[in-house]
Structure formats: structure tokens, C-alpha cells
């Protein structure tokens, strides 16, 4: 199972970002997204599709609908700069996107 | 607060082991109905996950890499540990530790990380 991410994305800051993740019936599945800094921890920002943890600002949400699931960044800030990750589960196994670079211009 | 550090050589010849540990302060691996994984990044490519060892000790590893891998768990250390055999140069990656959520619905998720860790195969 394969999910496909865009290697980039660009945003003003203070306008809204969005991250998409695409796989074959993606919408039956469960989508988490992660955040992931140079040389730090990557962080869990969104789980079962929309769900926030604990410490997640309410600017991040997700949507899982289709083919497609969607990473979205209201009011991107400087800070969220990172590579972000969707991530899967499929047939007990675990399946990752290739990651899309977020750049704050 | 709980918190993940993984440890282990940064060096390893082609066709040795790798062996790397990953230690839980503030938390126990055999308690909590977690799942105490592996995933690596080698240089410019994706994330890719490597296993993990169920806080009963049972274990699930990646299909690609299953005939090298043991995970395991030392539940007196809080304690779990990644064993690669006859690694070559394309195990050179970062190597993170995590711990996994299952919420029996169909949703497997990471909800903590390990700062991780680079390990270079090279003679």
C-alpha cells in the first residue's frame, strides 16, 4: 500500500496550508499526520483522521474523505515550518507518505 | 512525563549486527497496551517503519525486513531493543524508537518519539 505526498508546499505566513496524502481508498482507513523538525523528535499533530492530542493548537485539523486525506495549518506561523508526514495502517503493517516540506515564505 | 532515548553504536561494519536500545523514562514497557516500535530514515529518503514489541512481548516487523530483525523488551530496565543483522550500506539511517497506539478500530498511531539516532554502515 502506497501513500503519496507532494514534496512541497508554500505559504504566506498567516494564510492556510494544506497538506494532502493520497492512497488507494484512503478514506476507509485511518489517517495520522506528524511534524518533523531537523534533528528533533517528530511530533503526532493530528490522529484518527481529526483528532487533536493534548498540546496541538486548534490551527491544525484534518479530513480523510475518498482517495485523500488533508492536512490543514490555519494561520501558519513561521514555527510550522517542517517536513510532514501522513501515515497509515494497512493489513498490519505500518505505511508512511514521503513526507511534504511546508516552507513559510 | 514519559520519555523515549535511543542508544547504540553510530558505526557498524557491513554484513555485522546492529544493535540499538531504546530506554523509557517515566513509564514501563510492559504495562499500558503499547506498542514499543522501530522506524528509520535513511539519508534524503522516506520514513520507514522497521516493528515494533507489544508490551505482552508479542511482535510484528516490516515484511521486507522481517528474516533480520528481532525486537525485544527488558521489562526491568524499561528497556526495548533493536537487533539488524548482515546490515550493508543501505541500513545507514536515523533510527528512531517510539511508542505505538492501537484503538481496535483500525487506528495505529505514534504518540511519542525518540530524538533519534544516526547509524552509518561503512567499513
Known amino acids: 500500500y502506497e501513500l503519496t505526498q507532494p514534496p512541497s508546499v508554500s505559504v504566506s505566513p498567516g494564510q492556510t496550508a494544506s497538506i494532502t496524502c493520497s492512497g488507494d481508498k484512503l478514506g476507509d482507513k485511518y489517517v495520522s499526520w506528524y511534524q518533523h523538525k531537523s534533528g528533533q523528535a517528530p511530533v503526532l499533530v493530528i490522529y484518527q483522521d481529526t483528532k487533536r492530542p493534548s498540546g496541538i493548537p486548534e490551527r491544525f485539523s484534518g479530513s480523510n474523505s475518498g482517495n485523500t486525506a488533508t492536512l490543514t495549518i490555519s494561520g501558519t506561523q513561521a514555527l510550522n515550518e517542517a517536513d510532514y508526514y501522513c501515515q497509515t495502517w494497512d493489513r498490519g503493517t505500518v505505511v508512511f507518505g514521503g513526507g511534504t516540506k511546508l516552507t513559510v515564505l | 512525563q514519559v520519555q523515549l532515548q535511543e542508544s547504540g553504536p553510530g558505526l557498524v561494519k557491513p554484513s555485522e549486527t546492529l544493535s540499538l536500545t531504546c530506554t523509557v523514562s517515566?513509564?514501563?514497557?510492559?504495562?499500558?497496551?503499547?506498542?514499543w516500535s522501530w522506524i528509520r530514515q535513511p539519508p534524503g529518503k522516506d520514513l520507514d517503519w522497521i516493528g515494533y514489541?507489544?508490551?505482552?512481548?508479542?511482535?510484528n516487523y516490516s515484511p521486507p525486513l522481517r528474516s533480520r530483525i528481532t525486537i525485544s523488551r527488558d521489562t526491568s530496565n524499561s528497556q526495548f531493543s533493536l537487533k539488524l543483522t548482515s546490515v550493508t550500506a543501505a541500513d545507514t539511517a536515523v533510527y528512531y524508537c517510539?511508542?505505538?497506539?492501537?484503538?481496535?478500530?483500525?487506528?495505529?498511531?505514534?504518540?511519542?518519539w525518540g530524538q533519534g539516532t544516526l547509524v552509518t554502515v561503512s567499513s
Open positions: 517515566g513509564g514501563s514497557v510492559s504495562t499500558g497496551s503499547y506498542y
Open positions: 514489541v507489544y508490551y505482552t512481548g508479542v511482535t
Open positions: 517510539a511508542r505505538a497506539i492501537y484503538d481496535g478500530s483500525g487506528c495505529f498511531y505514534f504518540d511519542l
